[in-house]
């Protein structure tokens, strides 16, 4: 496994510890136009949502890696975050604009890589 592909797994298990909606990891290398070799994409709820799932997936790489994103945009209005790794790009958006975009369609040559997901914890 590549250094990119376990930060990818870093960053998809963070947002679904948080409860991110829907969080798929898009291998990108075999795309010569791709501009990173992995997208990692999910959804928050609400505003407050979409920065906490950013400021996991910060905490979680930082503590596993050393590594800090080159850049994050879209932070202070919360509907979509990008989160620059160089090789690993993290997209967190809000549905609506996760919807709007249509970044796993835009693509779709990538292939979907599978990850481990937080068992559910029940509270009853």
Not at 33 to 61: I, K, Q, R, W
Not at 74 to 81: L, T
Not at 106 to 113: C, S, Y
Request: overall charge negative; some cysteine.
């Amino acid at each position: 496994m590549t250094e990119s592909e376990v930060l990818a797994k870093l960053a998809a298990q963070a947002l679904d510890e948080k409860k991110a909606i829907d969080v798929k990891i898009i291998d990108l290398r075999g795309i010569a136009s791709a501009p990173a070799a992995y997208f990692v994409v999910a959804s928050g709820n609400v505003p407050s949502h979409v920065s906490s799932l950013c400021d996991n997936v910060h905490l979680v790489v930082k503590k596993a890696t050393g590594q800090n994103p080159s850049k994050v945009e879209g932070y202070n209005n919360a509907e979509w975050i990008l989160m620059d790794y160089f090789d690993v790009v993290v997209h967190i958006f809000q549905k609506s604009k996760r919807d709007f975009y249509r970044l796993e369609q835009l693509w779709a040559d990538g292939a979907e890589v599978p990850f481990t997901t937080t068992p559910n914890q029940s509270t009853d």
